[in-house]
């Protein structure tokens, strides 16, 4: 049976990120900062009118989960690139049986 894990959806995504390339997981960090940093930065319109308030309502709070993701996931895809290069390394210096 497998083992269980409590590292939810960042401790699932630096095992992915792990098990590739370390230049995949290189990639992907600096598309993730680009993606949420944009979002993160981008305006959002002043509502015009009481009718309009909840769309500036719904906005905010994905500006806000934006800003925290564009620090946090290149982080954990960083970590998941350096262990794949560890791991990578450890197995070529290893001797093979």
Request: glycine share 12%; no cysteine; net charge neutral.
């Amino acid at each position: 049976m497998g083992r269980k894990r409590n590292g939810g959806v960042l401790g699932d995504l630096f095992e992915i990120a792990a098990t590739l390339p370390w230049w995949i997981g290189v990639g992907l960090a600096i598309a993730a900062y680009v993606v949420f940093h944009s979002i993160a930065t981008a305006d959002i319109e002043a509502a015009a009118g009481p009718a309009q308030a909840g769309v500036m309502d719904l906005g905010q709070p994905w500006q806000t989960l934006a800003t925290l993701l564009q620090y946090v996931l290149p982080l954990v895809l960083l970590g998941g690139a350096a262990a794949s290069a560890i791991s990578r390394h450890r197995r070529r210096i290893e001797p093979h049986d």
